[in-house]
């Protein structure tokens, strides 16, 4: 299994907007390498939902339900989709200054690059992200 974060403004499509509907495909992706690790993304797969613009933080846990495929919004073939389900909603949300002030965390491409609107997360930071959700 492998762990994603996928970056969405909340005014465009917002975590309660994916518990609302149950199931949405992840479109509208243009830079190259986020569309190269949506090919990479696998059914069963994890992947962080965060917030971006003011609220910079990461509310729960969506699940890779359908692989990528051509990406509807567009008839340019090389843009991709993938469909995700939400898995689970945080306790209590985890902020991007949780994160920065976590050193084990500073590696995070999040934290390196944080333009990408899907990047790949480790197995460990995964985990830590879980617990600071805990707590």
Known sequence: MNYWLLKTEPGTYS???LLRDGRT???GVRNYQARNYMKEMKSGDLALYYHSVN??????IARV?????????TDDDRWVAVDIEPESTFEKPVTLADIKGNPALSNMVLVRN???SVQPVTKNEFD???EKSKN
Do not use: A, T
Request: glycine fraction near 4%; hydrophobic fraction near 35%; proline fraction near 4%.
């Open 15 to 17: 975590w309660d907007d």
């Open 65 to 73: 339900v359908k692989e990528s495929y051509q990406d509807p919004s």
């Open 55 to 60: 609220e910079k933080r990461i509310l729960g």
């Open 128 to 130: 830590l992200i879980i």
């Open 25 to 27: 495909f992840w479109d």
């Open 114 to 116: 944080s333009r990408l």
